[in-house]
């Protein structure tokens, strides 16, 4: 990568070319920013690579030329690796350079990895995201974020290039990841509630078409709801957010709350749902498919052609 991105922008990698982190990659070259990208899959970085931009085949070698390192991997065990593996970015990221931590985590965690950076000169933010695949490659995401003003000063071009909304949370971080944790709350919530409710509608012989038009148009729709079931009438499980997600980040909602005794009977019951469907081995399928737990239903089938 050169000294510096066009027009003066900083320079970026982005680790983690999932559903999410490839779009958000794909918005930040589309905005005019040298990007450089390291995943497992070789292949996928290289692809990426193909229309601009540089593949990385470590991430410290990706680090060490970048200003912001944007982290978009599954959980904090990914990060760790990503930061502090054998060949992780912390010790090749130069003093005032900025680390963005992207996944969903234990606040406390996010907390304490502010300092570890610190020790090594590097800056973080906490920057949880939401949106979804589509908004991610379009630049639209939703980011939760909290860190120094030092910083944003670095990164507020990055992060504008990546999202719709900003919202700058405090400066501690740990906020981005404890209203993340609300977020993810809600989601995982919304879509257990949205998929017993169709599955009442089907069980009692409404047609599934009928039920996705009514309650779309009625007091009792959510975003959830209109989003998720529309895969259900689809019979596409095709996974944009697994179940297993929300077997993690519901798990992460339930560990938040546990030192300070705070009840979460809607959460604890969603996260027994999202268990029972990976344990029924839908893990690796859209978060939707926590549909199929209810016995006795006939789901709509894919459309041939």
Known sequence: MGEVGGAGRPRVGVVGLGA???????????????????DLRGEVAAAFAEDGGAAFASVGELAAGVDVLVGVVVNAEQVESVLFG??????????GSVFVMCSTV???WSAALEGRLAERGVLYLDAPISGGAARAAVGELTMMTSGSAAAYAVAD??????SSTVYRLGEQAGLGSKVKVVNQLLAG???AAAAEAMALGIKAGVPADALYEVITHSAG?????ENRMAHVLAGDYTPLSAVDIFVKDLGIVLDSARPEKFPLPLAATAHQMFLQAAASGLGAEDDSAVIK??????LPQPTEG
């Open 106 to 108: 234990d606040p406390g």
């Open 157 to 162: 071009p990055v992060l504008e290039a990546m």
């Open 20 to 38: 999410m982190g490839l779009g958000m990659a794909r918005s930040l070259r589309g905005a005019g920013n040298e990007v450089g990208v390291h």
């Open 86 to 95: 054998p060949e992780g970015a912390a010790g090749r990221l130069r003093p």
């Open 293 to 298: 737990i209810f016995p006795g239903i006939e």
């Open 189 to 191: 919530v919304h879509i």
């Open 221 to 225: 729709n959510s975003w959830m709801f």
